[in-house]
């Protein structure tokens, strides 16, 4: 059975950083797309960030420039390193492997979704 784990979350003050991690058990992600989401209070869960199996990225809008997202094989562990953080930056953090797409991330996910890591920002 997949599981991913998030952990890594905080709280901390406009333009500080954090860096979330997130462990895959219960499959190789290798040969998997991987992604980032979160989800603010009262919004829907909204795309991040995602890595391909050949080390591509995408970054939403919002985040170009701050985030950097990073896989480690060998640990089957996604990361994001997030700076320079703004209080709308504050939400729960997801992580998801999409092993159904080739080795990219197109949304076909393939476990369910974790608990989770908050993240807080404050002015």
């Known amino acids: 059975q997949v599981q991913l784990v998030e952990s890594g979350g905080g709280s901390v003050q406009a333009g500080g950083s954090l860096k979330l991690s997130c462990i895959v058990s219960?499959?190789?992600?290798?040969?998997?797309?991987m992604a980032w989401y979160r989800q603010a209070p009262g919004k829907e869960r909204e795309l991040v960030s995602t890595?391909?199996?050949?080390?591509?990225?995408t970054y939403a809008d919002s985040v170009k420039g701050r985030f950097s997202i990073s896989r480690d094989n060998n640990k089957n562990t996604l990361y994001l390193q997030m700076n320079s953080l703004q209080t709308e930056d504050t939400a729960v953090y997801y992580c998801t492997i999409d092993c159904n797409s080739g080795g990219v991330y197109r949304g076909r996910i393939s476990n369910p979704w974790g608990r989770g890591t908050q993240v807080t920002v404050s002015s």
């Open positions: 219960g499959y190789i992600v290798r040969s998997c797309g």
């Open positions: 890595i391909s199996m050949n080390y591509l990225t």
